[in-house]
């Protein structure tokens, strides 16, 4: 499974905002630069944040954007969901039926019908605090 560039994206962002920790409104032209994104890719995802209730924003000076709700309650999967990014590997809609032509299913179809719900359920139980916190390193001795 590959995640596109959209929720990639989103979760930089999303992260980035995170780490500023809602001190005050942060501006798109702030986690453009700091992220190296484009800030008009990330205003067209910052319209599905809102909507999502994700994000708050301001206008005026001072204005930008700040978490909804805080960090450790936000998931990297409600992220990538809000800006409409499937979060499965196998390439059929699943239910009944399958990706073959046919509508029968391939040979792997349960694995990576399982392979998208292990994904899922990892990113539901990690926070932005927890991207941001650094939590997700792996030690030295884990490493190896």
């Not at 005050?24 to 944040?49: D, M, T």
């Amino acid at each position: 499974m590959q995640l596109s560039t959209k929720g990639r994206y989103a979760v930089m962002a999303m992260t980035d905002l995170a780490g500023r920790g809602g001190e005050r409104a942060v501006s798109l032209a702030e986690i453009a630069e700091r992220q190296q994104l484009s800030q008009a890719y990330l205003e067209q995802l910052f319209a599905r944040l809102r909507r999502r209730g994700l994000v708050t924003a301001s206008r005026g000076p001072g204005g930008g954007y700040r978490l909804a709700r805080p960090a450790a309650e936000t998931s990297v999967a409600d992220v990538v969901l809000a800006v409409d990014e499937p979060l499965r590997a196998i390439r059929c809609g699943g239910g009944a039926a399958g990706c073959m032509k046919d509508g029968a299913r391939c040979l792997t179809h349960d694995l990576w019908e399982e392979t998208g719900r292990q994904i899922r359920g990892y990113l539901a139980s990690v926070s932005l605090a927890d991207v941001v916190s650094g939590r997700l390193k792996r030690t030295p001795a884990e490493a190896a």
